[in-house]
């Protein structure tokens, strides 16, 4: 049963309206303090509210309704007796839907009241509706990006959880150094695709548990270039940040690195980020061409690259709180 809240100081009006409107659950207070207490207790589907009160008068009641973001779309109906010429445009003005004079004319009450509450509702519904919808696109989305990286991750044979801990990685990264959280929710997903460009890489280039050639070398490196062109035509800002990591998370911080050997703040700051934790997370894994890392190897190439493959802050980052990385990582590992 939708509920009704009618703030007026006449208790008359309060007994009146309560028997036109017994189809709905009404509740009512008599000045404007309480009553906006009271809707913020029951959320009501629609407020009749009176001009003239003592202290508080109904305007500002209503304003200050339109002020609280639980209560601002609750629709407002005034209830006018001779307010003087203007009422109408102040009611509006301060966020009524509608006015209803007094005394009550049954039918046109309720009529109003219905109908205030009907629009309500399917306001409110639809809101939700949108909001359940854009929450299934993005979860679509997130399986669609793991799925398209599991592709490359299949094909080139890592192990299984690479992907998703660069990914984790990078997002701690990304939280330590004052992203906001829902940038480095988007450096998460979008750190995913970071080897997608592998999928065009020849299968013996990819596998070849020796050392590659300088042809194959060459060949490899291109899974960079490869990937930047997959993503960077989509027209959504998630994956041209997909593209850009592709692209640059092999740059290196002083220039050696590949395809375009940028050095320091030309390379964007995501793609210094995830050269990091892709690398953290390689060494540590066992690959087809080398055996796992020890941590403290792990550490001390890190503290020997700083400042020459890597970006000295972030490589400052991961090595202060070095564990906190280990352990963000191997909670990952199955
Ligand atoms: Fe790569
Ligand atoms: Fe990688």
């Known amino acids: 049963m939708s509920r009704v809240l009618i703030i007026d100081d006449t208790p008359e009006y309060i007994e009146m309206l309560g028997d036109i409107l017994s189809d709905y659950e009404i509740f009512a207070a008599k000045d404007g303090k309480k009553g906006i207490q009271l809707a913020q207790k029951i959320l009501p589907s629609v407020i009749l509210l009176d001009i003239n009160m003592p202290e508080l008068n109904g305007y500002e009641v209503c304003r200050r309704l339109k002020l609280n973001k639980e209560l601002q779309n609750i629709p ?193 700051l995501v793609g210094r980020i995830v050269a990091v934790s892709d690398v953290f997370d390689s060494l540590l894994d066992k690959r087809v061409y080398k055996e796992a890392w020890s941590p403290e190897a792990v550490k001390s190439y890190f503290q020997d690259m700083s400042g020459k493959q890597f970006d000295p802050k972030i490589t400052q980052i991961l090595l202060e709180d070095f564990e906190t990385f280990l352990e963000t990582r191997n909670s990952l590992e199955i």
């Open 76 to 268: 407002v109906i005034f209830l006018t007796a001779n307010e003087g010429t203007n009422f109408e445009e102040i009611g509006f003005e301060v966020g009524a839907v509608d006015f209803i004079s007094k005394p009550f004319n049954t039918a046109i009450l309720r009529a109003r009241v219905s109908t205030h509450i009907n629009l309500y509702k399917l306001q409110s519904n639809l809101k939700k509706e949108v909001a359940n919808r854009l929450k299934e696109i993005k979860n679509l989305n997130k399986e669609m990006m793991y799925l398209a990286a599991s592709i490359a991750e299949m094909k080139s044979k890592e192990t299984g959880l690479h992907l998703k801990r660069v990914s984790s990685l990078s997002y701690l990264i990304a939280t330590k150094l004052g992203f906001s959280e829902n940038e480095a929710q988007e450096l998460k997903m979008a750190s995913i695709l970071h080897d997608i460009g592998k999928v065009a890489i020849p299968d013996h280039v990819l596998n070849k548990p020796e050392k590659l050639s300088q042809v194959e070398w060459e060949m490899m490196q291109k899974h960079a270039i490869f990937g930047y062109d997959m993503l960077k035509e989509s027209d959504f800002e998630l994956m041209h940040l997909a593209a850009t990591i592709s692209l640059e998370h092999h740059e290196r911080w002083d220039g050696t690195g590949y395809p375009k050997g940028i050095k320091k703040e030309e390379i964007s």
